[in-house]
Structures are given as C-alpha cells and as structure tokens.
C-alpha cells in the first residue's frame, strides 16, 4: 500500500527554533508538494519540485524557509527562525506526471510555534 | 484572475442525496479534481476531470462542463462518515501544471 510519509507528525517548538520537516514520497513519484493549511487560509502552496527540480517556491517566505530535494526519496521543508504565525499543518503530496499527476497527500506534521 | 468559488458550508441528512458546486475561472484548463478531507487528517482523492460529463465511482459521482466552468460532486445514500470538507482543484498547463484550490465546503450530515 503506497503512501507518502511525514516526519514528524507532531512538533511544538519556541519561537526562533529552526524546525525541519521531512517527506518520503510515493516509490515513483516524480512531483512533490509542499502545503500549508490553516483555519483561516485553506491550503496554500509553498514549495513544488518535478525530478528533484524545484519548480515553484513563490508562495514561499523566502527570508525563512527553504525547501530542498536531497534524493527522489526525500524532501525536506525547513524554517529558520519559526515564528508564532508559522503554526500550522505543513502536507506534503506527491504525484506521477506520467499519468493524471494526482496528488497524493502524507498526514501532515502539526506544528506549534510558541 | 484565476478563481474558485464553492458554497462554505451545506448540511444534508442521512440516507439523501447531496450536490456540492464548483465553478471555476481560470487559464490554461488541464482538469479537475475532488479531494474529500475528515477534519484533522489530510485531503484524500475522490475524482478527476477533464472531459465534459459525469464521471461515477460508487456512491460518488462527479460532473464537468468547461464551456460553462462548472463542476459538481454528487454524493448519493449519505452516510454519518460522508460528513467532511469537500475541495474542488483545478490543474493548469499554463502554472506548470499546479493545482488552484477552492477553500472547500464543510458538509454536515444529519440522522
């Protein structure tokens, strides 16, 4: 049963903390997502990659966060220093363009920033 | 500019038959998804669209008409378990083929 994991599913950390979020996509996927989703905002996206190659980060606050694709099996979303408005549920998902590029969704990891 | 508007909130009861609206006004048209979200756990695949007409899959059904973009999900035989967020995603070829996302409507189902 193939599905895309996040680490950790859970994380509260104190402002300034840098926090690092990790993603296995699906085996042979070739997209990844990163999401961020709160009550007020819906989902927004923040980081996209197609074979390793980040494609758009637009939506992305580039003074603090960073995305980053080491190999096809992991994806990492960093935040460097965490603010108490980064709370929120960071998903990952990832896709196969070879077919309708469905996105497949991890559990997301919950972060509080006190 | 590229928008996606769906009702907010729709509450339905048990047993019914419920129709979630979608419209969309976006470039560069590539489909249409649905994804079903429980609260606290993260959005699940329902449907894909991309030709005109009704898609089926059990007791979900889903609809597309480019020419007027629109689009619905239609949930027949309501269950407690039917009651979540409902999103509606449109992909565009001309965004690299990113997805643009309606801020979801809550169904509440009712005994």
């Known amino acids: 049963d193939a599905r895309v994991t996040q680490t950790p599913r859970h994380k509260v950390t104190e402002m300034g903390q840098e926090v690092t979020m990790r993603c296995q996509p699906i085996?042979?996927?070739?997209?990844v997502f990163w999401y961020r989703q709160t009550m007020m905002q819906g989902l927004e996206l923040l980081a996209y990659?197609?074979?390793?190659?980040?494609?758009?980060d637009s939506g992305m606050p580039k003074d603090r966060f960073s995305a980053e694709m080491p190999d096809a099996t992991l994806a990492t979303l960093k935040i460097q220093p965490s603010e108490p408005r980064d709370s929120a549920v960071y998903f990952c998902?990832?896709?196969?363009?070879?077919?309708?590029?469905?996105?497949?969704f991890g559990p997301g990891t919950r972060l509080t920033v006190l | 500019g590229q928008n996606i508007d769906q009702p907010t909130e729709m509450t339905a009861t048990e047993g019914a038959i419920v129709q979630i609206n979608c419209t969309y006004q976006?470039?560069?048209?590539?489909?249409l998804f649905w994804y079903q979200q429980h609260a606290g756990e993260a959005p699940t695949f329902l449907s894909y669209?991309?030709l005109d007409g009704l898609e089926e899959k059990g007791r979900f059904s889903s609809f597309l008409s480019r020419s007027k973009g629109y689009s619905y999900l239609l949930l027949k035989e309501l269950q407690m378990k039917d009651s979540a967020s409902y999103l509606c995603?449109?992909?565009?070829?001309?965004?690299?083929?990113?997805?643009?996302w309606g801020a979801g409507t809550k169904l509440i189902i009712k005994p």
């Open positions: 998902a990832s896709g196969d363009t070879s077919s309708t590029d469905t996105q497949y």
């Open positions: 085996l042979g996927h070739n997209t």
């Open positions: 990659f197609r074979n390793r190659a980040p494609l758009d």
């Open positions: 976006t470039s560069g048209f590539n489909g």
């Open positions: 669209n991309v």
């Open positions: 995603a449109v992909k565009r070829w001309d965004s690299n083929y990113q997805l643009i």
